[in-house]
């Protein structure tokens, strides 16, 4: 009988057992016929090889793949034995059937019983490990061919890459397989819904309980901010922020502390005269804070509360000595203001960090290029384009709470990179895009989720692509991606007139060489017709090199290919995206104005934001919208206007628009 256990194991399987050196070696001798060798398999299902270079390999009956046996003097799992399981697996049509049967369709390590974890911990160990998990963890599972499971407290992935056999386990921590960390896994897949193929949930007692006296306070500092608004908030309003940021860490409330913070810098920067203060950032803060006190407030038990509020592990640490590779660096316009971010996966923690700064237009008058933009050091004299193709070398610095990389003043260090992306971790680096449906359907909206900078940031293989082109209504570039199973992932790069550079070489480049499409990484988010990726880089196999292009910050030169593309007009703004905006901008201009300084042109502004809605269909925000205009327009008629109610509408609206935010980037 085949050996399903060792027709089960991907390329991606045997590079977590050995390295991805040796395995890329073991495929290049049999692709090229190196080597000849005869493999059998005994009636008992033992998988012997002998080589023309003289190596005999034994894999046992019964025995994993570690602890086979080779008669080279390599320690460890040797190019040899991976060599022999490849050929193996693909020695006959028969073989290679049964390994796409056993491949194929996710499974439920769920299916473990008690019994089989007995067989490999001892009682004592798995009353300790059922006590952790009483006690509480916080976990995201995914079942697929290769199920997985995120340990958010503890920082660590699990694979299960064989069905049914708990010995082809692979955990980030240090322990030998299966780790301790398996029963864990084992008995979350149990409590997620059977009809479900992905989930996050926390194990162990109910939720503590909502801190209300403090949510009181939170909700009534927004409702007061609504009077006098950024603009004539009171010396003291800064310190008051301060003091319930530092209420909420010591609450456990860890993320919307981290709201707060990000409220304390705007202010700041707004009493500063900085530039880079943004009135529509504060209306998204007050509005991500409020949902998040709702969701304490009122516990559903939908999400688990650590997911929500955070918790002790999320914080600020100093780090050590650290390799990151680049993922790519990307570019998002703003109103009068550009945030450029590198994009790199720690290369020990598999954790995806981000190096960011903002830039005011005031400081770049020229509007530059994004490419030249991203020439600007990011760390120490190293530019953020070249961190996001390279390697940084970083002895010291921090990692915030929200995983943004600041380098201070450690030492650092930039090298290239050879864009070897099949060694990325998970959960960052995806197997297949079944998978990352699944994991897609298991994250919580934005203002729910962890406030970690790359939460939806993924790298995604590439098996073919099709109907590369430039969309000239929607002024993008547009492909389909194939992974090896066929399944879709659209990419989707917008037009910028800064970026121009960039498209013009993604554009060339898929003319020249479409199908050496490699890898590509961004954001990912599910769409109308599926999975949608805003790439930040694209890596192309190129003979035996690999060469990337970072389609936002790229500076090579204009493709001829591309050049009638720019002259096609943009068309109207999609009627929603342009009603949002606009929402976000008057609230905006209200929370720095204050609704004690409203006048009768910031009610005409609300009342045709209410026509907009109501054109597009979008009736229950524009009855918000209606109503406020309405308690504003009040103001002028009023000789002691109370401003209350005004303000309980503003901050629903201000809800609403964040929760219409989310549910459009999702």
């Not at 697996?89 to 089989?116: I, K, N, R, Y």
């Not at 061919?145 to 958010?152: A, G, Q, Y």
């Not at 196999?541 to 790229?554: F, K, M």
């Amino acid at each position: 009988m085949p050996r399903a256990d060792l027709l089960a194991l991907t390329a991606d399987d045997l590079a977590a057992l050995t390295n991805r050196g040796t395995v890329k070696r073991a495929q290049r001798e049999i692709e090229a016929g190196e080597y000849t060798g005869e493999v059998a398999e005994a009636a008992d299902g033992t998988v012997t090889a002998k080589w023309s270079d003289g190596s005999d390999c034994r894999i046992p009956a019964g025995a994993v793949l570690r602890d086979a046996h080779c008669s080279c003097a390599a320690a460890g799992l040797c190019r040899h034995l991976v060599r022999t399981v490849l050929a193996y697996q693909g020695q006959s049509s028969q073989s290679a059937g049964t390994q796409q049967a056993v491949a194929a369709g996710p499974w439920d390590p769920g299916e473990f019983t008690d019994d089989d974890l007995q067989r490999h911990f001892r009682a004592a160990v798995l009353g300790k490990l059922r006590a952790e998990f009483e006690q509480g963890v916080l976990v995201e599972l995914v079942r697929s061919s290769k199920p997985s499971v995120r340990f958010h407290l503890q920082g660590c992935v699990i694979r299960f890459q064989v069905r049914g056999d708990l010995r082809y386990t692979h955990c980030d921590c240090a322990e030998a397989a299966p780790c301790g960390h398996v029963p864990l896994a084992v008995w979350a897949f149990r409590l997620l819904d059977p009809a479900k193929s992905s989930g996050i949930l926390a194990t162990g007692e109910r939720s503590p309980p909502a801190p209300v006296a403090l949510l009181d306070d939170l909700e009534r500092a927004a409702v007061e901010f609504t009077e006098y608004g950024a603009s004539g908030a009171p010396p003291a309003w800064v310190d008051r922020l301060r003091r319930l940021e530092e209420a909420c860490r010591g609450g456990d409330l860890v993320w919307p502390a981290e709201v707060l913070a990000e409220w304390v810098e705007q202010q700041e920067r707004y009493a500063r005269h900085d530039a880079l203060f943004a009135a529509d950032r504060v209306a998204d803060l007050i509005g991500e804070l409020l949902v998040r006190c709702d969701a304490v407030r009122n516990d559903t038990g939908a999400l688990p509360q650590l997911l929500i509020r955070g918790a002790s592990a999320d914080r600020a640490m100093t780090l050590g000595a650290a390799r990151f590779v680049g993922l790519g660096c990307g570019i998002r316009p703003g109103r009068k203001r550009v945030e450029l971010t590198a994009y790199l996966q720690d290369a020990d923690s598999g954790s995806v960090v981000a190096v960011r700064r903002d830039f005011a237009e005031e400081e770049t008058e020229t509007l530059k290029p994004f490419g030249e933009l991203a020439q600007t050091p990011g760390v120490k004299r190293t530019s953020f384009a070249a961190l996001g193709a390279g390697q940084l070398l970083l002895r010291g610095g921090k990692r915030t709470a929200g995983f943004h990389l600041l380098p201070a003043r450690a030492e650092a260090s930039v090298q290239p990179q050879a864009f070897a992306w099949e060694a990325l971790r998970p959960p960052a680096l995806v197997e297949d895009y079944a998978e990352l449906d699944a994991r897609l359907g298991a994250l919580p909206p934005a203002s729910l989720r962890p406030r970690r900078v790359a939460e939806d940031f993924h790298v995604c293989p590439v098996h073919s692509v099709e109907a590369a082109h430039f969309d000239g209504a929607a002024q993008a570039v547009r492909a389909v991606l194939l992974d090896a199973g066929g399944r879709r992932l659209f990419l989707e790069h917008p037009f910028h007139s800064r970026g121009q550079e960039g498209v013009e070489a993604l554009l060339a480049k898929f003319a020249l060489a479409p199908q050496e499409l490699r890898f590509v990484s961004g954001q990912v988010r599910r769409g109308a017709q599926g999975l949608v990726v805003r790439p930040v880089c694209l890596v192309w196999q190129d003979g035996a090199a690999r060469t990337a292009i970072q389609p936002w910050v790229e500076r090579r030169p204009a493709g001829a290919a591309a050049g009638e593309m720019m002259s096609v007009p943009a068309d109207a703004p999609e009627p929603l995206g342009e009603f949002l905006r606009r929402l976000q901008e008057e609230l905006g201009e209200l929370f720095v104005l204050g609704l004690g300084r409203v006048d009768a042109r910031a009610v005409r502004r609300w009342l045709e934001l209410q026509h907009l809605g109501e054109s597009i269909g979008s009736s229950r925000m524009a009855a918000g919208v209606g109503e406020l205009a309405a308690q504003l327009s009040q103001k002028a008629h009023t000789l002691r206007w109370d401003w209350r109610p005004a303000a309980r509408v503003l901050l629903r609206l201000a809800v609403l628009a964040r929760a219409a935010q989310d549910l459009v980037s999702a």
